[in-house]
């Protein structure tokens, strides 16, 4: 017969192996280290990914002793880039900056991928959202969005709009935009920021949707016009610049996101150090410093929350995809 007193010894040893098995667990994360050094692909250039990738590198490298190594491979709408990193060794030496278009958007978008977003990659932490700017060439003329959207209907063939890569949320925001608002308007997609606002400040497009931190500084120098953000609230720093719903397209919002992701199968052990690390150095002043500069939301979401996130995503943007008959082009 159990006494009071054995059920109670009982429960202290199954608390204390509980314990142990957990404090087990949490040592190993934290003793696991890379062996050699890591490559971090970006699957875009010239972008906040690029930029958070070169950020975070430094202080990845500080934090566990070995070179971590930026590599851009763009294309294809960030598959190129997504792909290489599915089929890699699952060994924690090479990790991926995701973004929308190649985690959740393309899986609509495109006929075939040639990866699974969900089976093929391992999630680390959403690191990062934000919203967008819609900005146009000061050249065209456009004072607000009803200016902007009275303009492309009267002359659909006049405007072009670039986007940072094929299937991104800089693409289908516009798309979005289109489909509410009812205008016409060319997409030129590009591979990355860097040319797609090179070329509106030239002229040669009229529009886009871009992150803060692609063309805060254009704004401010006067190069770029800043019509609207896609939140559902106004930028602190830009406090007289409305949202699209406020300026006549209801309940519209868009937020683009980055994170960090590893190849399936990669031990959870690997995982969880990354995490921990990861959201050490989402969490430094100077990181936090740098990230509010560009309008960023600080996440530093566990593993889980950002799997949850991306599933999510896939439904949120593939009911866009269906509802404005964007496709890959």
């Not at 004072?143 to 991104?168: L, N």
């Amino acid at each position: 017969m159990n006494t009071p007193l054995k059920l109670a010894g009982s429960l202290l040893a199954l608390c204390a192996a509980a314990f142990c098995a957990s404090s087990a667990s949490a040592q190993a994360a934290a003793d696991w280290r890379p062996s050699k050094p890591v490559r971090i692909i970006v699957p875009i250039t010239g972008s906040t990914n690029d930029v958070l990738a070169r950020m975070i590198a430094p202080k990845l490298q500080e934090a566990l002793g070995q070179p971590f190594f930026v590599e851009n491979k763009p294309g294809a709408g960030g598959n190129i880039g997504a792909g290489e990193v599915a089929r890699a060794a699952p060994d924690g030496h090479t990790l991926l900056i995701g973004y929308n278009g190649p985690l959740a958007i393309n899986v609509t978008l495109f006929d075939k991928m040639p990866y699974d977003p969900v089976k093929d990659l391992a999630p680390i932490t959403l690191a990062v959202k934000s919203p967008q700017y819609l900005v146009v060439n000061p050249d065209t003329g456009i004072t607000d969005v009803k200016d902007f959207i009275a303009k492309a209907k009267a002359d659909p063939k006049k405007y072009a709009y670039g986007s940072v890569a094929m299937g991104s949320a800089s693409h289908l925001t516009m798309e979005m935009m289109k489909s509410a608002a009812g205008f016409q308007m060319t997409h030129v997609p590009y591979r990355g920021a860097g040319p797609a606002v090179t070329d509106l400040i030239a002229g040669n497009i009229q529009a886009g949707f871009f992150v803060p931190g692609n063309v805060q500084g254009f704004v401010k120098e006067g190069r770029l016009k800043l019509l609207a953000t896609t939140g559902t609230r106004r930028f602190p720093s830009t406090p007289s610049i409305p949202t699209l719903a406020e300026s006549g397209l209801k309940d519209f919002e868009a937020t683009s996101w980055i994170g960090l992701l590893a190849p399936a199968n990669t031990p959870p052990a690997i995982i969880n150090s990354y995490h921990q690390t990861m959201v050490r150095v989402l969490n430094q002043p100077d990181i936090q410093k740098q990230l509010h500069d560009m309008e960023f939301e600080v996440v530093a979401s566990t593993p889980r929350e950002f799997s949850d996130w991306i599933g999510t995503e896939i439904k949120r943007w593939g009911a866009v995809i269906k509802s404005t008959g964007a496709k890959a082009e």
